[in-house]
């Protein structure tokens, strides 16, 4: 396999996976609109030879889709995903110890190897010499979208206690001084978050590297959801087919196989702002303060590359990422959580916001009358559970005669709604955590949840069209029908939740009158009606994104009984609030620049964007 990115990008290209792009090309917007563009056409692996103010070159789109990224890993594919399997599930190896014996030896091999110095080949340099790439128009600066943040424990030092996660590193831009300071965007839970949490209790700062490049492997190891006792060194090592080679400098860990190396200090105490960054949800994620980190040396591999992906409204190049991902880990989440069949975060909904799932039923037996018990057991766990936890909505199943499939996203909601019990099957969780980079909330980090669990009979047939009592309501207009079951009205724009509160319950007092809607479950209320019903994902994304369950979601006839609510029809406000941050909108300027390089003689060519 490839000893480092170059190898790689060689390889892609030899096998048509790769164009060049020889025109001179501005980090400023530039790069990352082409990428956008190449990405969304479904197009190659770009390498930038020409990027203006740096001597680097820089490439994008390598993961772009799933066959790429597997063919980069094709040689070291079954066994990796073999020894994830097996940590998943040791009673398999201690059942078949003879079928697992390669797995255990590939992974003691692939241990990380100290070298005793820093390799020939690496010189110093400064974050100015890199290529400093802005993505979004209102963004607050340059930063790394596919960093390899290196922590060790502060209380057991070394490699094999190490984290090797991935979190934006804002290089420019701010209030942060070039070449000297960096910001590091991180939650407290995530392993490099403990690692500081112990810095700080022994009264010192913590010591951080970030590699950027080296081989693909390195790069996906640093989002891999690893099972215990499975470091992310040691994967990088299996997946590569190479150990990890690394040695110390200055106290510092260097991977000698990446391209680029940032070392530096964090300082708890000392805060700048960063941001605002375009985000996987489709919006700017907001100035916050956050750690700033004290560079320390910069070190650049001779003919150095530096990888890059754009972060925007899903799917983009993250979503192939995923998709290995999961393909990587099968069954980790069935395995940590029992009773779960299935979990699905849902793309199109930027992942983190809405879940569906499928789980078992068993206490049913016990029951007069089908309703879900122990699904709700479940939801709870998968609410508890790591990156789970930031989800807002999660569905949740269990199959009876009927296969289903959460990625079949309009067939399983479909399903759901036929079943859903809308006085008993809706359950809040209210001032609780969502996902930092979550602006639908109450505050930075704080909203709500809402599981929706139905289970048993069918007790509806769905619409499958804008039912007559939806056409005609005064100051609702444009009703236009989404999928079965959901349709979607305009409504004035939003101003306060006071006012909403009146709007609404005007709107379930209207549908009251006019005898109901029993077959559309979900009414939607945004203010684009024509958008949110252009298509599936759109739905996804504007429903999902842009509500808050505990203060966006009405019923018609609502009321409560021994504090459970409940309704007759669910009606979700997801218009835009003054509290949400801005939409990613690309610089029409930059989007007529680019076209220069889609012409006929340009390096883009053969890349149809039309």
């Given at each position: 396999?490839?000893?480092?990115?170059?190898?790689?990008?060689?390889?892609?290209?030899?096998?048509?996976?790769?164009?060049?792009?020889?025109?001179?090309?501005?980090?400023?917007?530039?790069?990352?609109?082409?990428?956008?563009?190449v990405y969304e056409a479904g197009g190659p692996a770009l390498l930038f030879e020409n990027v203006k103010g740096s001597k680097f070159r820089a490439v994008s789109n390598l993961f772009g889709t799933v066959e790429r990224s597997k063919f980069i890993f094709r040689k070291t594919w079954d066994l990796?995903?073999?020894?994830?399997?097996?940590?998943?599930?040791?009673?398999?190896?201690?059942?078949?110890?003879?079928?697992?014996v390669r797995t255990g030896v590939a992974a003691s091999k692939a241990l990380p190897m100290k070298k005793?110095?820093?390799?020939?080949?690496?010189?110093?340099?400064?974050?100015?010499?890199?290529?400093?790439?802005?993505?979004?128009?209102?963004?607050?600066?340059?930063?790394?979208?596919?960093?390899?943040?290196?922590?060790?424990?502060?209380q057991k030092p070394g490699i094999m206690n190490s984290n090797l996660g991935m979190y934006r590193v804002q290089l420019s831009g701010n209030e942060y001084e070039l070449n000297k300071e960096i910001g590091v965007h991180y939650q407290i839970?995530?392993?490099?978050?403990?690692?500081?949490?112990?810095?700080?209790?022994?009264?010192?700062?913590?010591?951080?590297?970030?590699?950027?490049?080296?081989?693909?492997a390195h790069t996906l190891s640093a989002v891999m959801p690893l099972p215990e006792g499975l470091s992310e060194l040691t994967f990088?090592?299996?997946l590569s087919g190479r150990r990890f080679r690394y040695s110390y400098v200055d106290g510092y860990c260097i991977s000698h196989d990446a391209d680029f190396v940032i070392t530096g200090e964090i300082h708890p105490e000392e805060t700048k702002p960063e941001g605002p960054f375009g985000d996987h949800l489709g919006y700017y994620s907001l100035t916050h303060d956050f750690p700033v980190m004290k560079i320390h040396k910069v070190f650049a591999r001779k003919d150095a590359v530096w990888p890059f992906t754009v972060v925007g409204r899903p799917p983009q190049e993250d979503t192939s990422f995923g998709a290995l991902i999961h393909e990587l880990t099968g069954d980790a989440i069935p395995q940590e959580i029992p009773g779960v069949k299935e979990v699905h975060a849902v793309d199109a909904a930027g992942v983190h916001p809405l879940l569906f799932a499928i789980g078992s039923e068993r206490y049913t037996p016990y029951q007069k009358v089908k309703q879900p018990t122990e699904l709700l057991t479940i939801a709870n766990h998968i609410l508890g559970t790591g990156q789970l936890s930031l989800a807002k909505y999660l569905f949740i199943t269990a199959e009876e005669d009927q296969a289903l499939d959460t990625h079949k996203e309009v067939e399983f909601l479909s399903y759901i709604l036929e079943r859903l019990d809308l006085r008993r099957d809706i359950h809040f969780q209210t001032n609780t955590t969502i996902d930092t980079l979550d602006y639908s909330g109450t505050g930075l980090n704080t909203g709500s949840k809402v599981v929706i669990a139905a289970f048993g009979d069918k007790k509806r047939d769905l619409c499958q069209e804008v039912p007559e009592q939806l056409k005609k309501l005064s100051g609702f207009t444009e009703p236009r029908f989404v999928m079965p079951g959901v349709?979607?009205?305009?409504?004035?724009?939003?101003?306060?939740?006071?006012?909403?509160?009146?709007?609404?319950?005007?709107?379930?007092?209207?549908?009251?009158?006019?005898?109901?809607?029993p077959t559309c479950p979900m009414i939607i209320l945004c203010d684009d009606s024509e958008f949110l019903s252009e298509s599936i994902n759109n739905f996804m994304w504007v429903t999902f994104t842009r509500s808050n369950p505990s203060h966006d979601i009405y019923g018609v006839n609502g009321s409560y009984e021994f504090k459970h609510w409940g309704c007759d029809n669910m009606i979700i406000d997801v218009r835009i609030k003054p509290h949400h941050a801005p939409p990613l909108i690309p610089?029409?300027?930059?989007?007529?620049?680019?076209k220069r390089l889609f012409k006929k003689g340009a390096s883009l060519e053969q890349v149809n964007i039309d």
């Open positions: 396999m490839y000893q480092n990115l170059e190898e790689c990008i060689l390889d892609l290209e030899k096998h048509g996976h790769l164009i060049r792009i020889h025109e001179e090309v501005d980090p400023d917007l530039e790069m990352a609109a082409i990428h956008l563009k990796a995903q073999s020894v994830v399997a097996v940590r998943n599930d040791p009673v398999k190896a201690l059942k078949n110890p003879f079928n697992h005793s110095s820093l390799p020939a080949n690496f010189e110093e340099v400064n974050i100015s010499d890199l290529p400093l790439i802005k993505h979004w128009p209102d963004d607050g600066g340059a930063f790394i979208t596919l960093p390899q943040v290196y922590s060790e424990d502060p839970h995530r392993g490099i978050g403990v690692h500081q949490d112990r810095a700080t209790r022994k009264g010192e700062p913590l010591k951080v590297s970030i590699f950027v490049g080296g081989p693909p990088a090592g299996l349709v979607a009205l305009e409504g004035s724009a939003f101003s306060t939740y006071e006012e909403a509160e009146k709007e609404l319950n005007n709107l379930s007092e209207a549908i009251q009158t006019n005898d109901g809607v610089e029409p300027i930059v989007e007529e620049n680019i």
